[in-house]
Nanobody
Framework: QLQLVESGGGKVQPGGSLRLSCEVS????????IAWFRQAPWADREGVSC????????NYAHSIQGRFTISRDVAENTVWLQMNSLEPEDTAAYYC?????????????????????????WGQGTQVTVSS
């Protein structure tokens, strides 16, 4: 069973940076599309970024484009989300999620931010708070 564990959250001042990690176990990262989502209090879960199973394609939400970067290391089975120029509006619980494109036909495709309904495996989340 695929498992995902997020880490790296915390409190940071506006303009600061954080790097979130998503450690994957139970299968190879090379077989899964991985996405980051976030959910602020009293808000719906929002797709932030995703990376395809090949690693060759990435997508970002308009709200974070140019500030966040997704990357991965297949050998370490880890995906990162580098977040720069953080704003109070980025405060949320951040989750990573996975889907197996070969069997589902779903994944990080096209030019759209990830959709919650397309991902099957989820981590427990890590909290990011941006405040002075």
């Amino acid at each position: 069973q695929l498992q995902l564990v997020e880490s790296g959250g915390g409190k940071v001042q506006p303009g600061g940076s954080l790097r979130l990690s998503c450690e994957v176990s139970g299968a190879s990262l090379a077989d899964y599309s991985i996405a980051w989502f976030r959910q602020a209090p009293w808000a719906d879960r929002e797709g932030v970024s995703c990376i395809s199973s090949s690693g060759s394609s990435t997508n970002y939400a308009h709200s974070i484009q140019g500030r966040f970067t997704i990357s991965r290391d297949v050998a370490e089975n880890t995906v990162w989300l580098q977040m720069n120029s953080l704003e109070p509006e980025d405060t949320a619980a951040y989750y990573c999620a996975a889907v197996h494109p070969a069997t589902t036909g779903r994944g990080c495709m096209g030019a759209m931010a990830p959709k919650e309904t397309e991902y099957d495996f989820w981590g427990q989340g890590t909290q990011v708070t941006v405040s002075s």
